[in-house]
């Protein structure tokens, strides 16, 4: 069974805001001299732009994949249906 | 105090804590405890990405030129978003391929071409050894820096130093020593090694903490955060250039930057050593692909401010932008932290050089010189016993040969250019492999022929507007070959190639590689086909995720099992042997007797344990040559299944045959059949025939004795018996006409006399010639249904004619005598004439239905009932209708009576069936 569950396509995804993000011409947008709290908006944009991408990713890949990891326990944050009772006995 | 002394004291402390560290690794490994197999030593590892390119050249490329040095950390930050996907099916190729290089990689996809090994090798070399050279320099520039505390003085040039006296080459000699106890301790089937890799991550910790340690002191020691770094520079006009893109080269550059870089990341042949081979396992990609872009983020969180620091600083120019990372806190009299600078500067360059120097002279040993060496016969290499020694001699070798060649170019070159332009010089070599590589495992159809003519182009638009131009600034060739192009053609000039200008060198140089590359990579694939193990390679590459199984290898070899061991113990000693042999039997559950032939399994996973030590495509060789060369490469194979299926087709066709020989026996047996009912047809038919000559004869005969021998025979009686005579002759006559004319008819002799005619016409025709019948029996009615509108229908009239008057008259003699009724009907049916003549006699039972068109067959038995007519009117009849495309029946009941009904087609079909049936003629 391949393992390409959701964490696959959420990446691809974060991939192509990625190359948005940090090409033209998207940072032409910040390309100007002025300051902001003391730091120039070009070098503020990408950096956060930068941390907002690894955030993210982390956040993809660290979040258990519902398609992914079945057998994961399901203590995600999307619990809709309520904890079955046949459930596997986990093993140690 | 900072004197030459306590530098060089530290830097062998650090250097030898290195070694410990690799040296713990190692008997880590050997415990099986490995120090290595987490997620985050992984991502610490690749961050051998961050030499001392990084930790010197990025101040310097941001105190030049703004935020351009970013691209190379944001592209690998781009393509390890996809590494879940593109890294990790690299990781899985490798590891069940056994691949240990990029150049094994290349080779192993492209069916184990040695050639297209040995090509990527070169590339690599030629491509990286200036890389490796910037790493001695910056150790030796820094040292040199530090070494005038408390001035701050650029060095001398390099190339003025005696050698002896050259930190660059110590620290060379040093690392050569620690690439070869940690490199290659032994050959190893895996080609990992966990002590270079602990000390790699030991690297990456003590870099990043020392950046950062300057970065804080610049940032908040001297000034009081980012804002008054940046607010005070942002007064200075000159500086406040910096803050924009322009400045950075614009779009172009920025582009291609992340383009080389993202490729970088994967194909530089030390990222490939950490990332792929040095791998322990493939889920730690998962938190590596954001911990490793974490890690860039904050190694390039200071650089700005530490170069904009080091331009406050020093406004005269005087100090080279390169240093600042030394000379800014040497400027404040920090003593501590400039020699934690140095060391940290100094970890960046050790750890890529120890790495890169690892990687190729893996690649230089597995993929340039054992295929050489192997090939050439009359070394007898691959009758040798003991080829560990060999092996371990060669790489060891190689590393030297690697590490003294960048130490060379260093000293001949490396004055002439700022560090981060010969960094991206190797970046764009390196991102030569990129489209073979990510084609390969993306695309089937990518021949070996599209990645050779792809990798060579490539690398010759590399050398003709990088590594020329880079030549020509050393002052090894005229200055005039870049500015006018070669014998002053401008067109061709390597900075602007065919007119292209506007870019700066990196990206027109990027621009060309790539065309030339990926076009001739594809048009070439797109045009040449693959050999068979170019396609099963193909196949194992793009669909490594699908494969549950080693691939099936077929060959008929007559090596047994000890033949494969004695060929590993040679080239991976007796103890790995022993211990991979154990792993197989472990894990397929099954005992090696090494009298035994060896089968496709072991033959493979010997092959890929071979593969590990000395390459794919040596390896292939080697096993080969073991099974005798009875190892039938695909191709063989291919023809074998080739013939086999021919065979295949050959019995099928055999049987075919004997289906239509067991088909033409039985149509043959029925056609005996038929031979034998028409004999004994015939048989009846003369019986059949002397029986009805027999009768009138009879009665001809016994008259006319009657009449001969009794001459005193009253005159009526003779009439009467002359008149039978003539009766019975005339029935004779009649016979006998028949006889013919169905013989005829039978024969296909007839003539017949073809138009198209009214039904109506014949209908009145036959009552008119059976009107005398009537006559004679007054007691029987005629009744006629004749409808409106039948078709005209194509025969010979006469004929039909015939046969109407033969039912009719069959009607009157079998009808009712005293009351019978014949109905005559004519009618239109489905475009077709269908014609009946019912009587109301004594009927005719089933089983006569069918006889009675046969010859001489009358209902009842003729034998004792009196015959009533020839016997033949109604086969004749069936025979005419035949001969029109009609047909004829009866229905009837024993006692109720009988209707004979014929079917005739319409003109217009009948005309197109005798076109037909003439054609048929024709081709008979």
Redesign the interface.
């Known amino acids: 069974m391949p393992r390409r569950g959701l964490t696959g396509e959420r990446l691809v995804g974060l991939f192509l805001f990625g190359l948005l993000l940090l090409s033209p011409p998207l940072i032409g947008a910040f390309d100007t001299a002025s300051l902001v709290r003391g730091i120039p908006v070009l070098y503020l944009y990408l950096f956060v732009a930068w941390a907002l991408l690894i955030g993210l990713m982390a956040l993809i890949v660290e979040r258990p994949d519902p398609d992914e990891e079945t057998a994961e326990d399901g203590s995600g944050a999307d619990t809709d249906h309520p904890p079955t009772g046949d459930r596997e006995p986990e093993r140690c | 105090m900072l004197s030459g002394y306590t530098i060089v004291t530290v830097s062998l402390l650090y250097l030898s804590i290195l070694f410990a560290v690799a040296y713990y690794g190692d008997r880590r490994a050997d415990q099986r405890r490995s120090i290595i197999a987490s997620p985050y030593i992984f991502a610490l590892s690749i961050a051998v990405y961050c030499t001392a390119w990084t930790f010197y050249g990025s101040v310097g490329r941001a105190a030049a030129s703004?935020?351009s040095f970013?691209p190379i950390y944001?592209g690998p930050?781009?393509t390890?978003?996809?590494g879940?996907?593109l890294i990790r099916k690299i990781i899985r190729i490798s590891k069940v391929n056994r691949i240990t290089s990029i150049a094994d990689f290349v080779a192993s996809r492209y069916g184990k071409s040695s050639f297209l090994g040995g090509l990527v090798t070169v590339i690599a070399v030629v491509g990286i050894m200036p890389y490796i050279s910037l790493q001695l320099k910056a150790i030796s520039t820094s040292f040199a820096v530090l070494q005038q505390y408390p001035d701050i003085v650029m060095p001398a040039k390099l190339g003025s130093t005696p050698v002896l006296q050259d930190t660059a080459l110590y620290v060379a000699l040093i690392m050569a020593a620690f690439a070869i106890l940690f490199g290659t301790r032994h050959i190893d089937a895996s080609e990992r090694h966990e002590g270079m890799v602990a000390a790699i991550a030991f690297e990456s910790v003590v870099k990043l903490i020392a950046f950062l340690a300057v970065g804080l002191f610049v940032t908040y020691g001297i000034y009081g955060?980012?804002?008054?770094v940046?607010?005070r520079a942002?007064a200075t006009t000159a500086l406040?250039?910096l803050?924009?893109?322009?400045a950075a080269g614009g779009?172009s550059s920025?582009?291609s930057l992340?383009l080389v870089s993202m490729a970088a990341i994967v194909v530089l042949p030390r990222q490939f050593q950490v990332l792929v081979v040095e791998n322990v396992d493939e889920r730690h990609i998962?938190?590596a692909?954001?911990l490793f872009?974490?890690y860039l983020?904050l190694i390039n969180?200071f650089v700005?401010p530490i170069a904009f620091g080091g331009l406050l600083h020093f406004p005269s120019n005087t100090v080279d932008a390169d240093t600042f990372v030394l000379t800014v806190p040497m400027a404040q009299h920090f003593q501590a932290v400039a020699l934690f600078a140095f060391i940290g500067g100094l970890s960046a360059a050790t750890g890529m050089i120890i790495v890169e120097t690892i990687a190729l002279a893996t690649m230089v040993s597995n993929d340039l010189v054992m295929p050489v060496l192997l090939r050439v016969g009359r070394l007898h290499l691959s009758e040798r016993k003991d080829m560990t020694g060999l092996l371990l001699a060669i790489r060891r070798g190689a590393i030297v040969f690697v590490i003294l060649l960048g130490y060379v170019y260093v000293r001949l070159i490396g004055e002439s250019y700022a560090l981060v332009s010969i960094g991206l010089m190797s970046f764009v070599a390196a991102a030569q492999f990129a489209p073979a590589i990510l084609g390969g495992i993306l695309w089937k159809g990518a021949t070996r022929s599209g990645a050779l003519a792809g990798l060579s182009a490539g690398f010759l638009a590399w050398i003709y507007t990088l590594l020329l131009p880079s030549f020509a600034r050393s002052g090894w060739i005229s200055e005039s070959f870049v500015q006018d192009g070669p014998w002053g053609l401008a067109s061709f000039s390597p900075y602007a190639l065919l007119g292209l200008s506007g870019l700066d060198p990196i990206a027109h140089a990027l621009f060309w590689t790539m065309v030339l590359n990926v076009g001739l990579y594809v048009a070439v694939s797109l045009m040449t086909t693959q050999t068979m193990i170019e396609r099963s390679q193909a196949v194992q590459f793009v669909d490594i995720?699908?494969q549950t199984s080693e691939g099936a290898r077929i060959w008929r070899g007559s090596a047994t099992i000890g033949d494969l061991r004695r060929l590993m113990n040679r080239f991976i000693g007796e103890a790995l042997t022993d211990q991979s042999f154990r792993r197989f039997e472990r894990e397929k559950a099954r005992r090696l007797d090494d009298a035994h032939a060896a089968d496709a399994g072991i033959v493979h996973y010997a092959e890929r344990q071979l593969a590990g030590a000395i390459g794919a495509a040596s390896a292939r060789i080697m096993i080969a040559s073991v099974l005798r060369e009875e190892m039938h490469d695909i191709d063989e194979v291919m023809q074998i299944l080739d013939e086999a299926s021919q065979l295949v087709v050959y019995s099928r066709q055999l049987e075919e045959k004997s289906q239509q020989l067991e088909a033409a026996t039985g149509e043959l047996r029925a056609a005996n059949e038929r031979l034998k009912e028409l004999d004994k047809m015939k048989d009846d038919f003369v019986s059949t025939i002397s029986h009805e000559f027999r009768t009138p004869l009879t009665s001809i005969r016994s008259f006319s004795e009657i009449v001969h021998d009794n001459p005193d025979i009253s005159v009526e009686q003779r009439n009467r018996f002359l008149g039978t005579i003539v009766l019975e002759t005339e029935r004779l006559t009649r016979l006998v006409n028949d006889i013919l004319d169905l013989a005829k008819m039978e024969a296909g002799e007839t003539d017949w006399h073809l138009a198209e005619i009214e039904p109506k016409e014949m209908i009145a025709n036959a009552l008119a010639a059976t009107a005398g019948l009537f006559a004679k029996n007054p007691r029987i009615k005629l009744e006629t249904q004749v409808a409106e509108g039948l078709p005209r229908i194509l025969v010979d009239a006469d004929r039909i004619t015939q046969v109407i008057v033969n039912l009719i008259s069959n009607a009157v003699k079998f009808c009712d005598k005293n009351n019978g009724v014949i109905t005559l009907a004519a009618r239109a049916d489905a475009g077709a004439l269908v014609f009946g003549v019912r009587d109301n006699g004594i009927g005719i039972a089933k089983e006569d239905h069918k006889k009675i068109f046969e010859r001489f067959r009358q209902a009842g038995d003729t034998l004792i009932d009196k015959p009533q007519g020839t016997g033949l009117g109604l086969p004749i009849s069936a025979h005419i209708l035949k001969r029109f495309g009609g047909t004829i029946w009866v229905e009837s009941e024993p006692g109720k009576g009988a209707t004979f009904s014929f079917r005739l087609p319409p003109a217009t079909a009948s005309a197109k069936l005798r076109l037909k049936a003439e054609a048929r003629a024709e081709i008979a």
């Open positions: 703004g935020v970013l944001l930050t781009l390890f978003i996809l879940w996907f955060g980012f804002g008054e940046f607010s942002a406040e250039r803050f924009t893109l322009q779009y920025w582009i992340t998962k938190k692909i954001w872009p974490l983020l969180l700005l995720f699908k």
